[in-house]
C-alpha cells in the first residue's frame, strides 16, 4: 500500500523551519500589539455570502479560487481565502459599529485557503497575519497602518523591500472610470483573453491584474483612475503619502496598483520583498470604505487594514530565516542508573522557565553529547555518580568545549547567569 500524501499546496512545516515560520508570525503580532492591535479570532469557515459579496465577485479569488461546499445542512460554506471580510462580518455582527470607541484596531493569524495553481510562493493553504482598523476615516490612520506592516516585516527581519502605493479614490468616483475604461477596452475586444473580457463588465479595472500575453501592453495606455479620483480623496493620499515620507518610507507611486480584491477605495499599497521573482508581494492592503455596506450594514462604516503572507515572509528571508534552539541545556547522564537524576533536573530547569531537554533510550554519553549540540543548546549539564557523590554538577560550554564544577545549589544562577 502506497503511503498516504498530503495536498498539493498545502506545506508541511516541519522543525527546524515550523520554528522560524512561527517566529515570522510571533514578530508580526508583536508589531500590531505594539500598535494597540488586539487578537480576534474568527471561524475558518463563513457562509459563502461574506466572501461572495464582501471579496467582490468579479475578482480571481472569488471566480476561481473558493473552497466551497455544502454542508451537511444545505447551506454553502467556504473556507476564507482572505481574512477581512470575515473580521468586518464579526464587527458588524457584535455591534462595534455602535460601540462609540471607534476606531476598534483589531488583529488575527491563521490559515487561508485558495485554489490557486501551486508554485513557489503560492500555496493552496498559507498563513496570513493581518491588522484591521474599524470605524475611522483620518490619513492618519492610514499611515500608521502602512507603517506598521512595514515595522512588522522589519521585525521579522526582511531586508530590501519596496512599498508600492496608490489611491483608487472614492466609489462615487467609479461609474465615470469605468465607463471611459470600457470604452478603452472596447477597442481591444477581440484581442481580451475570455475571462477579462467577461469580467469588464461586472470591474473592467480587473483587466490591470491580468497575466496573460499582451495584456501589459494594451493596458499601458488605459486611462488611470488616478484621473478620475475627487479631490477630497486626492488631498487624503496626499497626507497620507505625507506622513510615511516623513518617517524615512520611501514610497514607489504605483498607479496600476488595483490588488486582487475588489473592496478597496482610497489607499492600497503593497509590501514586496526583493527576490523573491513573481509572487514577491509579502503584503498588502488598503482602506475599504465601502465593504461594510456589502456586508448588510445600514450605513458606511469605515475600515483600513493589511495582511501579511507568513509562508511567502519566510521564503524571503531565507537563509536568515533563524529558528529558535530547540533547548538552551541539555542535561547528560554519564551512564544510565543517573537517568532519575538527569529527569529531575530537567523538570528543576523547565520551573525555572530554562528551556531543557536530555537523551533517551539509555545512549552513551558521547552520544549524549552530540545530541546536546545538536539540539542548538548552549550548555550541557553533565551528571557523574562521583560529582553527585560530591554535591557538584559540571557545566558544560557546548560552544567553546571548556567545563567547570558548580555545586548542585547553584546550577540553576551557572545557568542563568
Ligand atoms: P492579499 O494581498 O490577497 O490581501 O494577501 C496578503 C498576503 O497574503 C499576500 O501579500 C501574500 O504574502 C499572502 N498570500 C496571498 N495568497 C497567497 C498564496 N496563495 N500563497 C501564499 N501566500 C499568499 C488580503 O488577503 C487582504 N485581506 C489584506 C487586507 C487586510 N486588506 C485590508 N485589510
Known sequence: MDILRGIKGAPDWLP?????????????????ALGGYERVRTPVFEPTEVFARGVGASTDVVQKEMYTFEDKGGRSITLRPEGTAGVLRAALEAGVPRSGTLP???????????????????????????????????PVLDAEVV???????????????????????????????????????DDFEGDLPPDVAERRHLNPMRAFDAKAPGMAEIMAGAPLLADHVNDEAKAFHEEVCGLLEAE?????????????????????FEYQAAGLGAQNAVGGGGRYDGLAEDLGWPEPFPGVGWALGVDRTLLALGEAAAPPPRAEVFVVAADPTLAPQAFGLVARLRRAGVAADQAF???????????????????ALVLGADELARGVVTVKDLASGSQRE?????????VTG
Open 406 to 414: 558548580v555545586a548542585d545549589a547553584e546550577v540553576l544562577a551557572a
Open 104 to 138: 476598534v484596531k483589531w488583529s488575527y493569524a491563521g490559515e487561508f485557503f485558495r485554489y490557486e495553481r501551486p508554485q513557489a510562493g503560492r500555496q493552496r493553504q498559507f498563513t496570513q497575519v493581518g491588522v484591521e482598523a474599524l470605524g475611522a476615516t483620518d
Open 361 to 379: 533510550a539509555g545512549r552513551r554519553m558521547k552520544a549524549q553529547l552530540k545530541l546536546a549540540d545538536r539540539s542548538g543548546a548552549r550548555l
Open 248 to 268: 524615512g518610507l520611501v514610497l514607489t507611486h504605483d498607479d496600476r496598483l488595483v490588488r486582487g480584491l475588489d473592496y478597496y477605495t482610497r489607499t492600497t
Open 16 to 32: 527546524p523551519e515550523a520554528g522560524a515560520f512561527d517566529a515570522v508570525e510571533r514578530a508580526f503580532l508583536d508589531t500590531a
Open 147 to 185: 507603517l506598521l506592516g512595514w515595522e512588522a516585516l522589519k521585525r521579522a527581519g526582511v531586508g530590501e523591500m519596496t512599498l508600492r502605493i496608490n489611491t483608487l479614490g472614492d466609489r462615487v468616483d467609479r461609474p465615470a472610470y469605468h465607463e471611459r475604461l470600457n470604452a478603452y477596452l
